[in-house]
C-alpha cells in the first residue's frame, strides 16, 4: 500500500490536530498517577504467559551447558507460590499487586519494527490484559509506547507509517477504544512514542540546533501523527520523546508542537537533564514527566570480542559479559523519587513492574523483595500531597550485592558497568522509614539515630547474613536477618541487587493470599471442601511458597531442584489428607499438567488468537 504525505488529504483533520495538540496545558492528564513500565508476556498465565522467563528451571536454574543469548538471575515469587493460572486470574493478580506497591497503570512498550510474530504476540498479550481489566472491572488504566527505532536501509518511512497504522488499529479496534486506555482531560487516547524523530529520514539524525532552527521538520512529524489520527478519526495525542533533553531551545520547540514530552531512561541520570527539561515544560505550560528506575543488570550476552550481541549457542560464558549499572543500591532509586516530589511532576514513569530481564523491576521478585514498592508509595504519598502523612507501618530496608565488586569481572559471564562507574558498591546500606526516631544497629554495630521519616545508613561490607535491629527507648522494634548471605566467592553470577525489609514475609504471604483466593475458588468447583480442609490446603501451599524461597537463597541450582522435589512430596501429603483416593488422583493429574504446561514456548511463532498477522509489513515498499 503505498502512502504519501501530503495535506491534501484528510487536511481539515490533521490541521486540527495540529492545532489542539499545540495548545494542550499542563493539566493534559487527568490526575497525578505512576504508570509502569510491564512486558505483556510475563505473567504467569497457562495460555498467554511465557512461562520459560518465569520459572527457576529455565532462569538462575537453568544447566550453564544450556544457556544462550540471555543469562537470567532472577526469580518472580508468583512461580514459588502457585501453578500457572487461567489468563483472567493471572492479570487480575498482576493488577492487583502492581497497585499494591503504588502503580496505577501500564504502559507497554512496542518494538514496532521488531519481528512481526513476536509484535503480534505482544500486541495480543495487551489486548487480554484490557478485556481482563474489563471482565473483572479492574480501576487501573493501560497505555502504550511506540519505539520507532528503525534502520534507515530496512524500512522506509512509508513502511514505519503502514506498520504504525497496522498496529494502532490491531490495538484500539479489538478493544473497541476502551475505557480503560490512557485519556487525557480533553478524552483523547494517549499514546507515548520513542525515537520520535525517526519517522522522517530528514530528522533522524538532525542534530538539536538544527531542529531548533527549523521546528518545521517537528511540525512535519506531528502531521505524520495527525495523518494517523484522521485515518482511525478517533481521538489521539501523541506524547514526544527527546533525543536532547538538555538543549532547552530544541525543548521548547517541541512543546509548542506536542502535548507532552519525555526523555530517555538514562538521560534522568544527569541532574541538568531534568533541570533543562522541567523548565522547558514550566515555560510552555506542558507536563512534566519523571523517570524512575530502581536496579539494572541487563541478560543480553554481549561478545568481549566484538562487543555486539552473543547469538551463537555454542559460545563459552568466558567469552561473554553482561552489562550492569551503578546505582549505589537504592540511592538513585530514592532520588529520582525525590526528584517527582520537588519537581511536582505530572506524572511518575516506572521502569519498570516486570522488565526481570533488565533488572528493574518492583513487581515481587527473591533479589529485590517488597521494598522497592514500599519506597514507592511513602514517595508517592508526599508527591500527592496526602493529608495523611504520618507512617503506616514502619520499615527497615537492606540493600547489597551478593558479593565483592572485585569478583564481577571474575565471574563467568562477567558484569561489566555499563554508565556511572564512581565508586564499587562493597557496602550494606539500611534504609528507615520510622514515625518516631529510634536506633539502628547492623551485624551488631550502632549505625547511629535514625530520626523520624526517610534515613539511610550505610554499613561496612562483609561475608555473611545481614542482621539488622531498630531499638526505640532500648525496646526493640523491629528485627531481622536477611535470608540471602553475602557471599566471598560467587558459584555464580549473581549481581543484582538483593533487597530486604523486615514485612517481607508479611508481604509474601499477602500477596500469595490474592492469588490462593483464585486457586481455591478452582478447587472448590473441582472437589467437596470443608473450611477445615481449604485451610490445610492453603498452609501447605504457604510453606511450599517459603521453603521454595528458602531454597533459592540457601542452595545452589543442582541442590534447589533436589530439594524441590522433597518440597513437594511433602505439599502432596497434605493435600491427600483432605481429599478422597479417586478426588487426589484427579487432582495429581491436575498438577501434573500443571507443572508440564509451558505455556506460550516460543515469542516468535504465530499466534492462534483470531488476530490476524502481517509478516510481510516489511517485504514490501512501494514507494520505490
Given at each position: 500500500?503505498?502512502?504519501?504525505?501530503?495535506?491534501?488529504?484528510?487536511?481539515?483533520?490533521?490541521?486540527?490536530?495540529?492545532?489542539?495538540?499545540?495548545?494542550?496545558?499542563?493539566?493534559?492528564?487527568?490526575?497525578?498517577?505512576?504508570?509502569?513500565?510491564?512486558?505483556?508476556?510475563?505473567?504467569?498465565s497457562s495460555e498467554i504467559g511465557y512461562l520459560k522467563g518465569m520459572r527457576y528451571e529455565d532462569l538462575y536454574g537453568k544447566k550453564t551447558s544450556e544457556i544462550s543469548g540471555n543469562y537470567n538471575t532472577y526469580q518472580p515469587n508468583i512461580s514459588f507460590m502457585i501453578n500457572p493460572m487461567s489468563t483472567d486470574d493471572a492479570l487480575d493478580y498482576e493488577v492487583l499487586a502492581a497497585k499494591e506497591m503504588g502503580i496505577?497503570?501500564?504502559?507497554?512498550?512496542?518494538?514496532?519494527?521488531?519481528?512481526?510474530?513476536?509484535?503480534?504476540?505482544?500486541?495480543?498479550?495487551?489486548?487480554?490484559?484490557?478485556?481482563?481489566?474489563?471482565?473483572?472491572?479492574?480501576?487501573?488504566?493501560?497505555?502504550?509506547?511506540?519505539?520507532?527505532?528503525?534502520?534507515?536501509?530496512?524500512?522506509?518511512?512509508?513502511?514505519?507509517?503502514?506498520?504504525?497504522?497496522?498496529?494502532?488499529?490491531?490495538?484500539?479496534?479489538?478493544?473497541?477504544?476502551?475505557?480503560?486506555?490512557?485519556?487525557?482531560?480533553?478524552?483523547?487516547?494517549?499514546?507515548?512514542?520513542?525515537?520520535?524523530?525517526?519517522?522522517?529520514?530528514?530528522?533522524?539524525?538532525?542534530?538539536?540546533?538544527?531542529?531548533?532552527?527549523?521546528?518545521?521538520?517537528?511540525?512535519?512529524?506531528?502531521?505524520?501523527?495527525?495523518?494517523?489520527?484522521?485515518?482511525?478519526?478517533?481521538?489521539?495525542?501523541?506524547?514526544?520523546?527527546?533525543?536532547?533533553?538538555?538543549?532547552?531551545?530544541?525543548?521548547?520547540?517541541?512543546?509548542?508542537?506536542?502535548?507532552?514530552?519525555?526523555?530517555?531512561?538514562?538521560?534522568?541520570?544527569?541532574?541538568?537533564?531534568?533541570?533543562?527539561?522541567?523548565?522547558?515544560?514550566?515555560?510552555?505550560?506542558?507536563?512534566?514527566?519523571?523517570?524512575?528506575?530502581?536496579?539494572?543488570?541487563?541478560?543480553?550476552?554481549?561478545?568481549?570480542?566484538?562487543?555486539?550481541?552473543?547469538?551463537?549457542?555454542?559460545?563459552?560464558?568466558?567469552?561473554?559479559?553482561?552489562?550492569?549499572?551503578?546505582?549505589?543500591?537504592?540511592?538513585?532509586?530514592?532520588?529520582?523519587?525525590?526528584?517527582?516530589?520537588?519537581?511536582?511532576?505530572?506524572?511518575?514513569?516506572?521502569?519498570?513492574?516486570?522488565?526481570?530481564?533488565?533488572?528493574?523491576?518492583?513487581?515481587?521478585?527473591?533479589?529485590?523483595?517488597?521494598?522497592?514498592?514500599?519506597?514507592?508509595?511513602?514517595?508517592?504519598?508526599?508527591?500527592?500531597?496526602?493529608?495523611?502523612?504520618?507512617?503506616?507501618?514502619?520499615?527497615?530496608?537492606?540493600?547489597?550485592?551478593?558479593?565483592?565488586?572485585?569478583?564481577?569481572?571474575?565471574?563467568?559471564?562477567?558484569?561489566?558497568?555499563?554508565?556511572?562507574?564512581?565508586?564499587?558498591?562493597?557496602?550494606?546500606?539500611?534504609?528507615?522509614?520510622?514515625?518516631?526516631?529510634?536506633?539502628?544497629?547492623?551485624?551488631?554495630?550502632?549505625?547511629?539515630?535514625?530520626?523520624?521519616?526517610?534515613?539511610?545508613?550505610?554499613?561496612?561490607?562483609?561475608?555473611?547474613?545481614?542482621?539488622?535491629?531498630?531499638?526505640?527507648?532500648?525496646?526493640?522494634?523491629?528485627?531481622?536477618?536477611?535470608?540471602?548471605?553475602?557471599?566471598?566467592?560467587?558459584?555464580?553470577?549473581?549481581?543484582?541487587?538483593?533487597?530486604?525489609?523486615?514485612?517481607?514475609?508479611?508481604?509474601?504471604?499477602?500477596?500469595?493470599?490474592?492469588?490462593?483466593?483464585?486457586?481455591?475458588?478452582?478447587?472448590?468447583?473441582?472437589?467437596?471442601?470443608?473450611?477445615?480442609?481449604?485451610?490445610?490446603?492453603?498452609?501447605?501451599?504457604?510453606?511450599?511458597?517459603?521453603?521454595?524461597?528458602?531454597?533459592?537463597?540457601?542452595?545452589?541450582?543442582?541442590?534447589?531442584?533436589?530439594?524441590?522435589?522433597?518440597?513437594?512430596?511433602?505439599?502432596?501429603?497434605?493435600?491427600?489428607?483432605?481429599?478422597?483416593e479417586f478426588q487426589y488422583k484427579v487432582w495429581l493429574e491436575m498438577e501434573e499438567n500443571d507443572l508440564e504446561n509451558q505455556g506460550v514456548t516460543s515469542l516468535y511463532e504465530p499466534t492462534d488468537n483470531g488476530i490476524s498477522n502481517r509478516s510481510n509489513l516489511l517485504e514490501s515498499d512501494d514507494s520505490k
Amino acid at each position: 500500500m503505498k502512502i504519501t504525505f501530503t495535506l491534501s488529504l484528510s487536511l481539515f483533520f490533521v490541521l486540527q490536530y495540529f492545532d489542539c495538540s499545540a495548545q494542550q496545558e499542563t493539566s493534559f492528564f487527568k490526575e497525578k498517577m505512576v504508570l509502569a513500565i510491564s512486558n505483556p508476556t510475563l505473567n504467569f498465565s497457562s495460555e498467554i504467559g511465557y512461562l520459560k522467563g518465569m520459572r527457576y528451571e529455565d532462569l538462575y536454574g537453568k544447566k550453564t551447558s544450556e544457556i544462550s543469548g540471555n543469562y537470567n538471575t532472577y526469580q518472580p515469587n508468583i512461580s514459588f507460590m502457585i501453578n500457572p493460572m487461567s489468563t483472567d486470574d493471572a492479570l487480575d493478580y498482576e493488577v492487583l499487586a502492581a497497585k499494591e506497591m503504588g502503580i496505577d497503570g501500564f504502559k507497554f512498550q512496542i518494538p514496532v519494527c521488531a519481528n512481526s510474530y513476536y509484535v503480534d504476540r505482544y500486541i495480543s498479550n495487551i489486548i487480554r490484559y484490557i478485556k481482563a481489566a474489563e471482565n473483572r472491572k479492574l480501576d487501573f488504566t493501560y497505555t502504550v509506547e511506540l519505539l520507532m527505532d528503525r534502520d534507515i536501509d530496512l524500512v522506509s518511512e512509508t513502511q514505519l507509517y503502514d506498520i504504525l497504522s497496522y498496529r494502532l488499529s490491531q490495538l484500539f479496534k479489538n478493544t473497541k477504544y476502551s475505557d480503560k486506555w490512557l485519556r487525557s482531560t480533553k478524552g483523547e487516547i494517549v499514546i507515548f512514542t520513542s525515537s520520535t524523530l525517526d519517522v522522517l529520514d530528514k530528522t533522524m539524525n538532525t542534530t538539536a540546533s538544527e531542529l531548533a532552527e527549523n521546528p518545521k521538520m517537528l511540525s512535519e512529524i506531528n502531521t505524520v501523527f495527525g495523518k494517523l489520527v484522521a485515518d482511525f478519526n478517533a481521538k489521539f495525542a501523541f506524547v514526544f520523546e527527546t533525543k536532547y533533553p538538555s538543549h532547552l531551545a530544541f525543548n521548547n520547540e517541541v512543546l509548542k508542537i506536542f502535548p507532552a514530552i519525555t526523555q530517555a531512561k538514562n538521560a534522568v541520570l544527569t541532574k541538568e537533564n531534568i533541570k533543562v527539561l522541567k523548565k522547558a515544560c514550566d515555560q510552555n505550560s506542558k507536563p512534566f514527566i519523571q523517570n524512575v528506575f530502581p536496579d539494572y543488570l541487563n541478560s543480553q550476552l554481549i561478545l568481549k570480542a566484538s562487543e555486539k550481541v552473543a547469538t551463537s549457542k555454542k559460545l563459552s560464558l568466558e567469552e561473554v559479559f553482561v552489562k550492569g549499572q551503578y546505582l549505589n543500591l537504592t540511592a538513585t532509586y530514592r532520588e529520582l523519587l525525590n526528584e517527582a516530589v520537588v519537581n511536582d511532576a505530572a506524572m511518575i514513569n516506572l521502569y519498570s513492574w516486570n522488565s526481570f530481564e533488565k533488572g528493574t523491576h518492583i513487581a515481587p521478585e527473591a533479589h529485590h523483595g517488597f521494598g522497592y514498592g514500599l519506597l514507592l508509595r511513602h514517595y508517592k504519598r508526599i508527591w500527592l500531597d496526602d493529608e495523611d502523612q504520618s507512617v503506616y507501618r514502619e520499615f527497615a530496608m537492606t540493600s547489597y550485592k551478593a558479593y565483592s565488586s572485585k569478583l564481577a569481572s571474575s565471574t563467568n559471564p562477567e558484569v561489566r558497568y555499563e554508565k556511572n562507574v564512581t565508586e564499587a558498591e562493597d557496602q550494606i546500606e539500611v534504609v528507615t522509614l520510622l514515625n518516631e526516631p529510634a536506633d539502628v544497629y547492623c551485624n551488631g554495630t550502632l549505625l547511629g539515630n535514625a530520626p523520624a521519616g526517610i534515613h539511610v545508613f550505610y554499613a561496612p561490607y562483609a561475608v555473611g547474613k545481614v542482621a539488622v535491629e531498630v531499638k526505640r527507648k532500648s525496646k526493640e522494634i523491629i528485627s531481622y536477618t536477611t535470608p540471602k548471605a553475602i557471599q566471598s566467592q560467587p558459584s555464580k553470577m549473581d549481581w543484582m541487587t538483593y533487597s530486604y525489609t523486615n514485612l517481607d514475609k508479611k508481604m509474601g504471604l499477602y500477596f500469595q493470599k490474592y492469588a490462593l483466593d483464585f486457586v481455591m475458588r478452582q478447587m472448590y468447583r473441582r472437589f467437596l471442601l470443608s473450611t477445615a480442609s481449604e485451610k490445610i490446603w492453603r498452609d501447605a501451599l504457604q510453606k511450599r511458597y517459603l521453603d521454595r524461597l528458602e531454597a533459592f537463597y540457601q542452595l545452589t541450582p543442582q541442590k534447589f531442584m533436589s530439594n524441590n522435589k522433597k518440597i513437594e512430596k511433602k505439599y502432596r501429603d497434605e493435600v491427600k489428607k483432605v481429599l478422597d483416593e479417586f478426588q487426589y488422583k484427579v487432582w495429581l493429574e491436575m498438577e501434573e499438567n500443571d507443572l508440564e504446561n509451558q505455556g506460550v514456548t516460543s515469542l516468535y511463532e504465530p499466534t492462534d488468537n483470531g488476530i490476524s498477522n502481517r509478516s510481510n509489513l516489511l517485504e514490501s515498499d512501494d514507494s520505490k
